[in-house]
Structure formats: C-alpha cells, structure tokens
C-alpha cells in the first residue's frame, strides 16, 4: 500500500504487517472532507489488497480523534486539494445530491472499514464526533485514551447520523439504550462509552499508542487466513439465522481445516511448542 503523508492523514507501515493511519489535522480537530474520505477508501482498499498489510489501526494527533465533518468543505464544490484519486462532487447540492453523496462517500467509508477482512483498531486519542465517532464504531476494536469523548449529538442540529451510525449503535448497545443515546443527543466520556460496550479499553493518553500497538502486535502474529474468515463469520452472524450461520462456518471450516497455519498449529500442540503461523506470508 501506498505510504507517506497525505491530506488529512499520514500512512506507515509497521513490522509484523501493522497499517498504521493518522489524522493529521489537529488545528481542525481531524474534520473530515469529501476528499479526505475518498482518499481513505482508497487507502482502505489498499490495505484489503496488499499482503505486507495484517492489521489496520486509525488514530488521530491532538485533542481530536475525528470530530466529524468540516462542513465548509461541502460548500466550495469540487476541492482544489489533490489526493490519492481525482476530485469529484461532494454532493448536498440538493435532495438527491444528498443522497448520492452518503451513499458514494461518506457512507461508503464505513462499509469499507466494516467489509475488510483485516482487523481494524480505532486508537481513540480525543474528541470523537458523528463521522468521526461512526468512523470508531465501524472497526473491530477501541481503545480511548482516558480524555476521549465521544457521541454524534446530531439532533442537536436537527441532523440524523446519516453514515450507519444507527445501526452500528444498535449492534454495540442494542435498542434501548441506542433510543436513549441518540435521542438525547449524548456525548460521553470514555469510561462512560465503556461501561455502554463502545470501547474495549481505556488507558492513559500518553499509553494509548503502546496499548494499541500492543493489541495490534497481538493479532498480526495470530493466524491470518482463520482470523479473517471468522471475523467474516462472526459479522454474518449477527445477520443470519442460526441454521445458516452453522452452514456458514462449515463452508469456511473447510478452507482453515486444510491451511498450513492449522497443520502446524495441532503439530505445536502434540509437540508442546509454540505455532509457527504465517509461514505463507513470511515467504511472500
């Protein structure tokens, strides 16, 4: 995948396999652009496709994580900043311009981060609103520093959390508490979105790196075909009934049972050692 700093985020790859993407606008506390957002498609994509890349963790510089939209971007039409891919209409122009804009961008963004097979680690280093908060919501793991907050609030502005940020509530917190979240506009601290089930952790700030390196470091040396499949299969779940759930997993069942990570891995048990998994990656 492409590495270097870009507009609005900075990319570097680390060893074992570790993508590491950064907001980099901490004077606009990380507000997000049309362009910003294609770029990190783009970058997304990269990462599914690229062997190098295991794991993805997305954290921000300054007192922002992603505070949501930078809503002036919306009006200057197609932006004159230069990304990965050519710049093309935000949308919002008008009703169905709206709708295409979600849909092709910013909705967009949250499928991809949702539909990658590689773990994703959002490192939640401060404010972390609507995009941004959604952004958080549809990785794997979270980890807040202790200063982080966090919410979408878009009723405060008579908005609806148009990026899926509904629905990934509903799947963190269930009905309830998602009706009592977003209807009273909350914006929460961190252990506050812990005790809710949104983050996973909560650490010092000045540690939020190590720990998300740390869990990072942790799943890049597990073994990658088995992990990605059920992470697949763990999302499918929460979807499929119980019958076409077991179906699903025999199917990728009988992919990981024939993998050499898994012959090692019951050879490592009978020999008493530990896996050598990834062989296959190593040689690559």
Partial sequence: MQTGIFIGFDVRLEKPGIAWITFNQPERLNGMTPAVKRDLIETLHQAQMDSAVRIIVITGTGRGFCAGDDLKSYSKGLEAEQGLVPPISPGHDTPIGTYAGLRTVSQELNRVIRSIDKPTIAALNGIAIQTGFSLALACDFRIAAEEAKMGSATLRFALLPDEGGQHLLVQHMGLAKTLDFLMRKRIVSAGEALDLGLVHEVV?????????????????????????????????????????????????????????????????????????????????
């Fill in 204 to 284: 010092p700030g000045d540690q939020l790196a190590q720990a998300a390196g740390d869990l990072a470091r942790e799943l890049a040396d597990g073994p990658q075909v088995a992990m990605r499949l059920l992470k697949r299969s763990i999302y499918n779940a929460a979807e499929l009934t119980f019958e076409q759930s077991c179906d699903e997993i025999a199917a990728r069942t009988a992919v990981v049972d024939y993998h050499p990570d898994a012959r090692d891995g019951i050879a490592s048990f009978v020999e008493k050692r530990v896996p050598k998994f990834n062989a296959w990656l190593e040689e690559d």
